[in-house]
């Protein structure tokens, strides 16, 4: 039987999402990766349906974004539509801006907007100092910690960070410029899983 | 503190690059999913791209944690697939991952002579 490689996503860039998220030492078979990619592809195909028989029964011919984001939180995964629906308001801000800048020419923080890449490589982000914002209800001596705040944008749960995880991750706005993804504040919710479940900090950090 | 290995670079910019999926081919997998889909967005398979990466983190997560159960450093196909049928939300792959060949859009069955 023919593969029909060219109706899934390719394994090269399937693997390498797979390597990224998991343990430097660990290997992963040759099938596991073909499995993962033959999931993706059923992924996004599932949704899609979703998403069409929305607009199909709404008379619209177009799926977008929304209709995605929509489909996501249809089928029970709530977690990532609540991300991708702030990644696709990003992205169209983004889409503005650039429109916006072919008129003017920019005056700070070029970099960051031309190459706006929400998050950023590994080998260009430099660390960020989290400062904190507000403290829950725990004593503890609170660390401050640097670490690639932008990383975990869209890592909603299972992140360690020195034995907190977070909870909630969100940006804010600054309000005395215009809308610019490098001068947003990235507020994000931390709690203890060690100790005390009902520690929080909100770290606060400038993009 | 366990670095983090998600996937950092969120490429808005259209373009693949090394930590993006490739949009042509996403849109191809968008229009074959139903006879229904006519129109798609220029920003729908942008969100696929970033949603997908998710889901691979996220199965991928669940996938380790069988390994680890198994004390291998090797994450097999096996691990996948318990962790498919362990997830409700990956429901809708467990007739996929549970077909030897994994091979889930044959509509013709074999004829035998």
Redesign the interface.
């Known amino acids: 039987?023919v593969e029909?490689q060219?109706?899934?996503?390719?394994i090269a860039?399937?693997g390498?999402?797979?390597?990224?998220?998991?343990?430097?030492?660990?290997?992963?078979?040759k099938?596991?990766k073909?499995?993962?990619q033959?999931?993706?592809?059923?992924?996004?195909?599932?949704?899609?349906?979703e998403a069409?028989?929305k607009?199909?029964k709404e008379n619209r011919?177009?799926?977008?974004?929304e209709?995605?984001?929509w489909a996501?939180n249809s089928?029970?995964?709530d977690?990532?539509s609540e991300?991708?629906l702030r990644?696709?308001h990003?992205?169209?801000e983004?889409e503005r801006q650039k429109s916006e800048q072919n008129k003017a020419s920019s005056t700070e923080e070029k970099d960051e907007v031309t190459?706006?890449?929400?998050?950023?490589?590994?080998d260009t982000?430099a660390p960020l100092k989290f400062q904190i914002l507000d403290k829950g209800e725990s004593s503890s001596a609170n660390p401050s910690f640097e670490?690639?705040g932008?990383?975990?944008?869209?890592?909603i749960y299972?992140?360690?960070?020195?034995g907190y995880s977070i909870d909630k991750i969100g940006v804010q706005d600054h309000l005395c410029k215009p809308i610019n993804y490098s001068s947003a504040i990235l507020c994000i919710t931390v709690s203890s899983r060690n100790s005390d479940p009902f520690f929080s900090e909100k770290y606060r950090t400038w993009l | 503190m366990r670095q983090p290995g998600a996937y950092s670079g969120l490429r808005i910019s259209g373009k693949t690059g090394p930590h993006s999926l490739p949009l042509a081919r996403i849109k191809k997998i968008m229009k074959n999913s139903s006879d229904e889909v006519k129109m798609i967005s220029g920003e729908a398979p942008i969100v696929f791209s970033k949603a997908s990466e998710l889901f691979i983190e996220e199965l991928t997560k669940r996938a380790w944690m069988m390994t680890l159960q198994a004390k291998r450093r090797t994450l097999h196909k096996e691990d996948v697939v318990s962790a498919v049928i362990k997830t409700d939300i990956f429901d809708f792959l467990v007739n996929l991952v549970s077909e030897n060949s994994g091979k889930s859009e044959d509509p013709q069955p074999v004829m035998e002579a």
């Open positions: 039987m029909e060219d109706k899934l996503l390719p860039n399937v390498r999402i797979m390597r990224y998220i998991l343990p430097r030492h660990a290997k992963i078979s099938e596991a073909e499995t993962m033959e999931c993706v592809t059923e992924f996004i195909s599932f949704v899609t349906s069409s028989d607009c199909h011919k177009t799926v977008n974004g209709d995605i984001c996501l089928l029970g995964f977690n990532f991300v991708m990644y696709l990003k992205f169209r983004f190459s706006y890449e929400l998050g950023l490589q590994p982000f670490d690639r932008l990383q975990y944008l869209f890592l299972e992140s360690m960070i020195d």
